[in-house]
């Protein structure tokens, strides 16, 4: 009678520590991190890989200690609405915006629903009103800007078309961190250096090849700016740009990769790093996590040489030491 009864309590104990220690916790109980992106391209989609790779690096794996829920808007708003909807029934204990439009949609839900909001890949996100100043921290928003200085860029471009007068230039109109950048502080240093910008506005994907040949024979180089709709636009923008022997300038390594002449560009893995990093955070202090925005990080000049060698040019001798290859 008492083996049975030792045997009995030795199945209900062990039975007891297995399922509560041994047993992985159900999806259902896990912290959620509900992530969101407006639009595939490959700068997005690399900011999201560090996002992952930090999280991983960090010792959290997903499905074992936090549920990673991740959702594309492909670039129409609408879808991107019903995203923060669906995150309203996940109850997370932080949401990720990868983009300006995604954190725009989610900060009146992380403030109503009292969740902290990290933000990554936003350009201007005081233009944007996420937060009032980059310097001074938010309680329950923060994250990560890859705002730009426009000379640099300007500078760079004149290094590679000397003799460059007009540069035309391609956004989204209703991208509002793209749109103030170019009116303000890119067209105020592009008047500084001498260059007259035409503009060619790019209100979806499905408008790329019409809005580059609209510029071809006004202008002496294109440029995009961080605008997610002309960064998912890339293969078409440069068809038809060196077509008519048009060289084209971005602000990101990925549309580099994908063809662009040069950029000036942030290292995107590190900038989903540094996001991942705030997101861990942001779930020990939860909604009370007072952090500034980081803004960009090391800057790169990053060159495409097959498409330098299509427009017969070459790397400027005063960037030759300072340049990094595409691919390398």
């Known amino acids: 009678m008492l083996r049975r009864i030792f045997l009995f309590t030795f199945i209900v104990v062990f039975g007891f520590i297995f399922f509560r220690y041994i047993t992985p916790p159900s999806q259902e109980s896990l912290p959620v991190i509900a992530v969101t992106q407006i639009i595939e391209h490959n700068t997005l989609d ?18 074992k200690h936090v549920r990673i829920v991740y959702q594309n808007a492909h670039g129409q708003m609408t879808t991107a609405a ?32 009292n969740i902290p909001l990290i933000f990554s890949a936003v350009t201007d996100p005081v233009a944007a009103k996420i937060v009032q100043d980059v310097k001074t921290p938010v309680k329950g928003v923060t994250g990560v800007s890859d705002y730009m200085p426009p000379l640099p860029q300007i500078k760079m471009i004149k290094a590679f078309v000397p003799h460059i007068k007009v540069l035309g230039v391609l956004h989204n109109p209703s991208e509002v961190n793209s749109t103030l950048f170019l009116q303000k502080d890119f067209s105020k240093a592009a008047k500084e250096e001498g260059l007259t910008l035409v503009f060619s506005p790019l209100n979806n994907t499905n408008e790329s090849v019409s809005a580059t040949r609209h510029l071809m024979g006004k202008v002496d180089a294109l440029y995009f700016p961080n605008d997610n709709t002309a960064m998912a636009s890339v293969p078409s923008i440069v068809s038809i740009a060196y077509k008519h022997n048009i060289p084209v300038f971005a602000n990101d390594q990925a549309s ?8 000036l560009s942030y290292d995107r893995i590190q900038m989903g790093k540094d996001t991942a990093n705030l997101v861990i ?10 952090i500034p925005t980081i803004v960009g990080g090391k800057i790169q000049t ?6 330098l060698q299509k427009l017969n040019l070459v790397i400027p001798q005063s960037l030759k030491d300072i340049v990094k290859i595409s691919g390398e």
């Open 256 to 263: 580099v990769e994908q063809g662009a002449v040069a950029a």
């Open 46 to 63: 690399t900011v999201r890989e560090g996002f992952f790779k930090g999280i991983k690096e960090a010792g959290l794996e997903d499905g």
């Open 82 to 113: 019903q995203i923060v909807q669906q995150f309203a029934n996940l109850h997370p204990k932080a949401v990720v915006a990868l983009s300006t439009q995604s954190a725009q949609l989610l900060l009146p839900f992380s403030k109503q629903q």
């Open 302 to 307: 990053v060159v495409n040489m097959a498409s």
């Open 281 to 290: 955070q942001a779930l020990k202090e939860g909604r009370n996590i007072e």
